[in-house]
Every structure is written in C-alpha cells, then in structure tokens.
C-alpha cells in the first residue's frame, strides 16, 4: 500500500507530464514529444493508482486481463486506422471516455462504501452531486459521439437535422435533469437517477443532430471538452488527483480550443456548446451549377501553369486525404522547387474532419513546418500568387461565405484562393462540399477544374512536368 503523500506526488509528476503533453502538441514540431510525454504521465498514473489500491489478489489478475485486452484492442486499430478515418476513431474514443464515466457513477452510486462515500441511501451530498453531474455529462459525450461518429462514417446524413421546439425541448430536458439531481439529493431514490441518466443519453443526441457537417471540428473538439469535465467530474467523487487533474486539462484545452475555433469561424461559442448551430436552410446556395460553365483541364495544362509560374500555394483539403495524395503531393513540389518554383501550403483551421488533419497529413509525408501557413498567416498572399492548387478542399474555399448570407457558411473566414492569377481545383465531379452547397468557385473565369482523383491527377502532373 502507497502513502497518500508518496501518491499525491506521483499524481503531481503525472499532472505536469500532461501539461508537457498538452504543450508539445500545440505545434507540429514538438507533437512526438508531447505525445511521447502523454503516455508516460498516463503509464505513471495508472501504475500508481494499482499499487494505491493495496490487497486484491483476485481482482488484481482481472484487471491484468482487461488492461492486455483494452490495450490490445487499442494498439491495433492504432495501427490499422487509415489516417481518412481518424475523426470517426477520435470521436468513437470520446463515446468510450463518456460511458466510461457513467458506469463508473452508476458503480459508485449502487456501491458507495467500497468507495468511502457512505452507505446505499445515504450518500454524502458532495459525491452525490458530483457522480450525478460525471454520469450526466459522460452520458451526453457518449451519445454525442455516437452521432458523430455516424455522421463523419456517412451512416447518417452530414445535413443538420432539425424539427418544430428542438431547443426548447432541450432546455426542457437540461432544466429537468438539473432538478432531478436536486431531489436525488433530498431522497437519494434509485429511479431519479436512472431518469438523469436516462435524459441525458437523449440530449446527447439532440445536442448533436441539427449541427451541420461542415462545422464537424468543433464538435469534435467540444466533445472531447465534454469527456474531459465527465472525467473530472468522476474524479471529485472518486477523490483521485490524476483523475481530476486530466479530466481538468482535457476539458479546458478542448473548450478553449473550441473557443478559438469558433472565433475564426465567426461562429457563436455557447451556440455550439448547446447544439444551436449549422442548421442553416443550405438549399438557398448560388444558381445551378449544371446552368452555369466550367473550365476543364487535365494534367499537362496543370504541369504548364504551375512551372512557368513564380509562386504556387497549395490548399490541402479532405479530398486529399480520402485519396492518400500528401505523398504524390510532395513529390510534385519536390518537382516544382527544382525549376525555381516558390510553394508554400496554406491550412485553413476547420479543412479536413478534425483540429490538425491537414497538418497530420503533411507531416506524415514529411513536408517542412516552415513551409505550411495557417489562415490568418497566408491569406494575403493570395493575391500576388500565380497559381493557387486546391486538392481536395471545398467549403474551406468558397466564396459563398462572404457573399451569401442565407448560405449555412456565411461569415466563416476563408482562404481567398479567388484572387490568384490562376485556380487549378482537383476534384472528382462538381458535387457540393460537406456542408451540401455548391462552390462559386468552379466558375470563375481564373479557375480550371481538374476532373480526377486527388492522387492520380498529382501523379500525371508530375510525369508532365
């Protein structure tokens, strides 16, 4: 058996090494380290946690059993994930996070005196209030995620869903379940805290189903805030240090993300916290697309104008990723330096399904930090740039957000790819963007479309240049 002071350091040592964690992957220059910081300061908390625990001899050869099991499970899908999948998994891990934390108070709250809260029916207030709050938030990230999930995989329909009352109903249900836990602290009945549960397994789902899939990276950001504060909430009535402290970072790092991600988007940051965005009309988009020309290209036009320019900005989108391009894409430029070509790569901060998917995908195919730009950092460029070579990306590039208030986009920065001398667009037909509107883009009179798979048309632009 630990000392509780020998603990509480140890905890500490854990604490800081997520703080580390959390610093290193602010930047992709330091995200191995934070990565590698992250696993020793969670290795470190659960060892310590098992050695805390003192005599179980039986449950000790069960929780072996189950963490080989977990973490065989873990390991593999790490390594058989395809990177185009990885917000489907990072939202499929927030579900397990949030239902994690609801048997756990679900454990507590039938099993208080193995826990030191008290006895069945007369639990401490605090811990009562505590597990309640865990259970509730942990229930919502579970169903949330699960309707994430489902919308990124394409199981369910990326357009927001939204019907007659939908937010008075779910103030409807946050009131009530607030009000069940006040009674559950007055009576401590069983079926109150079923019911909170219960409610809150709902409005997971209706908190999820009207945001519209192009707004999918801060849902998936918000909910890992959501799985953080279940964890320490869980934490409080487990009265576990790292508990509370992990919870406490994953959950403040996720909403101050969140915060900065909607900041740029010129989106509301309570509206995405209670579910009341994206469920814009998106049938009100520009004219017909099949009443209105297009350019078509093909490889040899793309090698032309790309060698015979000074600058090219390269705009990485999910297309790129669904076709695996990043690796074609850097030989291209590789290609493009040797004829004196200046390229840089511009990231808009919601492309791809994910906080950081572009940027994953470029490191994973070794382009140089110092070469990729956020928004905000190259934007102006556009406009004394040759060629500007979208691959992949859509609503991230459509002018429709400045243009268009009826559009679900309007008001959300975009990279003005319009205002290069030349647009080379990639795309496999000229079907609308996650968020289901057609792109002005395709039109203009500087764009030429390039009809093809992402990594196939980089491949022939290569051979031609």
Same mark, same amino acid.
């Given at each position: 058996m630990i000392s509780s002071n020998i603990l509480a350091i140890f905890y500490l040592i854990s604490g800081v090494l997520f703080i580390l964690a959390l610093r290193g992957l602010s930047s992709p220059e330091t995200s191995r380290k934070g990565n590698l910081f992250g696993i020793i300061g969670m290795a470190l908390a659960i060892i310590v946690t098992i050695i805390s625990v003192g005599n179980f001899t039986n449950g000790f050869v069960y929780l072996l059993i189950l963490l080989a099991i977990g973490g065989s499970i873990g390991a593999f899908i790490a390594f058989k994930i395809p990177m185009t999948a990885m917000p489907e +998994?990072? $939202? !499929?891990?927030?579900?397990?996070?949030?239902?994690?934390?609801?048997?756990? $108070?679900?454990?507590?709250?039938?099993?208080p005196e193995v826990f030191n809260l008290g006895t069945l029916g007369n639990i &401490? #207030?605090?811990?009562?209030? @505590?597990?309640? +709050? !865990?259970?509730?938030?942990?229930?919502?990230?579970?169903?949330?995620?699960?309707? *994430?999930?489902?919308?990124?995989? !394409?199981?369910?329909? !990326?357009?927001? #869903?939204?019907?007659?009352?939908?937010?008075?109903?779910n103030l409807i249900l946050g009131i009530a379940a607030i009000i069940l836990i006040f009674y559950l602290c007055r009576t401590q009945a069983d079926n109150l805290f079923w019911s909170i549960i219960i409610i809150a397994f709902i409005l997971g789902i209706l908190l999820i189903i009207p945001i519209g899939g192009a707004d999918m990276p801060v849902v998936i950001s918000m909910l890992n805030s959501y799985s953080g504060w279940a964890a320490a909430g869980i934490g409080f009535t487990l009265e576990n240090t790292a508990l509370i402290i992990t919870g406490a970072l994953v959950g403040s790092s996720g909403a101050i993300l969140s915060y900065i991600m909607c900041k740029g988007m010129n989106r509301s940051f309570f509206n995405v916290i209670l579910g009341g965005w994206g469920a814009t009309d998106q049938s009100s988009s520009s004219k017909s &697309? @099949?009443?209105k020309p297009v350019k078509n290209g093909n490889a040899d036009d793309a090698a032309f104008l790309m060698k015979n320019a000074s600058s090219v900005i390269i705009v990485p989108g999910y297309g790129m990723a669904v076709a695996q391009a990043q690796h074609a894409l850097r030989e291209m430029v590789d290609a493009l330096k040797k004829n004196g070509v200046k390229v840089t790569y511009a990231i808009h901060p919601v492309a791809g399904r994910m906080p950081g998917h572009m940027n994953v995908l470029l490191a994973e195919a070794n382009v140089p930090y110092d070469e990729v730009f956020e928004l905000e @950092? #190259?934007?102006?460029?556009? *406009?004394?740039?040759?060629? *500007?070579?979208?691959i992949g990306a859509n609503d991230v590039t459509n002018p429709v957000a400045k243009s268009d208030p009826q559009s679900p986009i309007y008001g959300m920065p975009i990279l003005d790819v319009e205002k290069s001398k030349s647009v080379l667009f990639v795309k496999r037909s000229l079907s609308p963007g996650?968020?289901?509107?057609?792109?002005? +883009?395709?039109?203009?009179?500087?764009? +030429?479309m390039l009809f093809s798979d992402a990594k196939k048309m980089t491949e022939d632009i290569i051979k031609s240049l």
């Open positions: +998994l990072v $939202a !499929g891990f927030h579900s397990l996070v949030g239902l994690a934390a609801v048997f756990v $108070a679900i454990s507590a709250f039938l099993n &401490k #207030i605090a811990s009562l209030i @505590e597990m309640s +709050l !865990g259970a509730a938030i942990g229930a919502i990230t579970f169903t949330g995620s699960i309707i *994430a999930f489902l919308k990124l995989r !394409g199981i369910m329909s !990326g357009s927001p #869903i939204t019907f007659k009352g939908q937010h008075y109903l &697309k @099949e009443q @950092e #190259i934007n102006n460029d556009f *406009a004394n740039c040759d060629v *500007a070579y979208v996650y968020a289901g509107i057609d792109n002005d +883009l395709f039109y203009r009179d500087n764009t +030429l």
